[in-house]
């Protein structure tokens, strides 16, 4: 089995900052893209940005120059470092990443839990 784990959600006021990070555990051979999803309420999850193997990065129209994907192969953890936020950006904020497990052939898609992340004043 593997698992996501997020952690770094909580209250912020506008214009401040929160590091969202997101490690993989259990029976891992490799990882490809991992990546940051959010839900707001009442609205479909949307992509926030993902990150490949190789370091390519795509983020959402929304967040681009205020929030950052990263990163750590070695210890299967994904970061998301979030500036200037704004109420809009209040969600809960999923990981996300493609893993193929050892002895097996294909990545499969797996999801974490989910990190609420509220902005306000």
């Known amino acids: 089995q593997v698992q996501l784990v997020e952690s770094g959600g909580g209250l912020v006021q506008p214009g401040g900052s929160l590091r969202l990070s997101c490690a993989a555990s259990?029976?891992?051979?490799?990882?490809?893209?991992m990546g940051w999803y959010r839900q707001a309420p009442g609205k479909q999850r949307e992509l926030v940005a993902t990150?490949?193997?190789?370091?390519?990065?795509n983020y959402a129209d929304s967040v681009k120059d205020r929030f950052t994907i990263s990163r750590d192969i070695a210890k299967n953890t994904v970061y998301l470092q979030m500036n200037s936020l704004k109420p809009e950006d209040t969600a809960v904020f999923y990981c996300?990443?493609?893993?193929?497990?050892?002895?097996?052939?294909?990545?499969?898609?797996?999801w974490g839990q989910g990190t609420l992340v509220t902005v306000s004043s």
């Open positions: 996300n990443a493609k893993i193929r497990r050892v002895f097996t052939l294909t990545y499969v898609e797996v």
């Open positions: 259990g029976t891992i051979s490799s990882i490809n893209t």
């Open positions: 990150i490949t193997s190789d370091g390519s990065t």
